[in-house]
């Protein structure tokens, strides 16, 4: 039978990732001290949103997986969206 090759994340990708991820953390709590108005969740739940996605893609390696499972993985968004739009 047929062998699978698994993705190993370099080591450097994954530091750069993480470096991202404290920086992103940081504008969270930096974003806690302005006053934006509405704007603060918009833009607190874009920072939220870029995390997740780095973390989505990178390290679990949705990225380089098979298309099929980033499929799978975003549409189980939009039914999370549709409880939420239901309750």
């Known amino acids: 039978g047929g062998h699978a090759h698994h993705y190993i994340l370099p080591n450097a990708l994954a530091v ?3 470096v991202a991820l404290l920086f992103l953390t940081i504008v969270t709590v930096g ?5 934006l108005g509405v704007v603060n969740y918009l833009v607190g739940m874009l920072v939220a949103t870029v995390k997740a996605a780095l973390v989505a893609l990178i390290f679990m390696n949705l990225a ?11 549409s189980s968004f939009i039914f999370l969206a549709i409880f939420i739009a239901l309750t």
């Open 64 to 74: 380089k997986d098979h298309k099929s499972n980033l499929v799978i993985f975003l």
């Open 16 to 18: 750069k990732v993480w």
């Open 31 to 35: 974003l806690s001290y302005v006053d």
